[in-house]
């Protein structure tokens, strides 16, 4: 089955722990990115990556790191979370760059 | 700069009452595709339809319709006969060309279709 599978679905966890969220998908896609969602502000794009070792900022890229070293994985890293980095997150994946994006499940983050 | 708009935040209709959904946007660049998604309340984001620069053609799928407005750079989305399983976050979004293809997401709108 074609999917996106991001990991983990919930993290409750504490300021300045460093943690990762993966993202993994079978379809042979080019392109990755990744969003987050919060209310009111719809999803804003904190990066994407057009391929293998190429990645590239979104609108809020700051306190975040991604890397790209398989085509179908794009981990994404916050090496000191923050409250304000509590939301909800999705991975997106997509065959080229005007088709339409693949959708993880979403992981929900809470920095306390 | 590209800008997707969704001025209406919450709409709530009646069950078989027809809704339109608005979406503008704005880029300089001719070549471009927008997009509507839907996030039910499970959370979980769906594709509905993409549709290019070029093509103005408006779209008819079941209840679904699009009305794609160069002219007025509006993307309107339009659900006939409503449905309570229509009641769901929709997301409007552009991609542009020239920026690498990154997408712009709209803030939303919030259909609730009461029975």
């Known amino acids: 089955e074609a999917q996106v599978t991001q990991n983990p679905r919930y993290l409750i966890t504490v300021t300045g722990k460093k943690l990762t969220v993966t993202c993994s998908q079978n379809?042979?896609?080019?392109?990755m990115s990744w969003y987050r969602q919060d209310p009111g502000l719809g999803l804003r794009q904190i990066y994407y990556?057009?391929?293998?070792?190429?990645?590239d900022k979104g609108d809020v890229p700051e306190g975040y790191k991604v890397s790209r070293k398989e085509k179908r994985n794009f981990p994404l890293i916050l090496e000191s979370p923050s409250p304000n980095q509590t939301s909800l997150y999705f991975c997106?994946?997509?065959?080229?760059?005007?088709?339409?994006?693949?959708f993880g499940d979403g992981t929900r983050l809470s920095i306390l | 700069a590209q800008k997707v708009t969704q001025a209406q935040t919450e709409i709530s209709v009646v069950e078989k009452e027809d809704v339109t959904l608005d979406c503008v946007y704005e880029?300089?660049?001719?070549?471009?595709?927008l997009f509507w998604y839907k996030q039910p309340p499970s959370g979980e984001l769906v594709f509905l339809i993409r549709r290019n620069s070029f093509d103005e053609q408006n779209e008819i799928s079941g209840r679904y319709s699009w009305n794609f407005q160069k002219s007025t750079s509006s993307f309107n989305f339009t659900i006939t006969a409503s449905q309570v399983v229509d009641s769901a976050v929709y997301f409007c979004a552009l991609s542009v060309y020239y920026t690498g293809n990154q997408f712009y997401f709209g803030t939303g709108t919030s259909l609730t279709v009461i029975p």
């Open positions: 880029t300089r660049d001719t070549t471009y595709y």
């Open positions: 997106a994946s997509r065959k080229t760059g005007n088709q339409p994006q693949h």
């Open positions: 990556s057009m391929n293998v070792e190429a990645t």
């Open positions: 379809m042979n896609h080019e392109y």
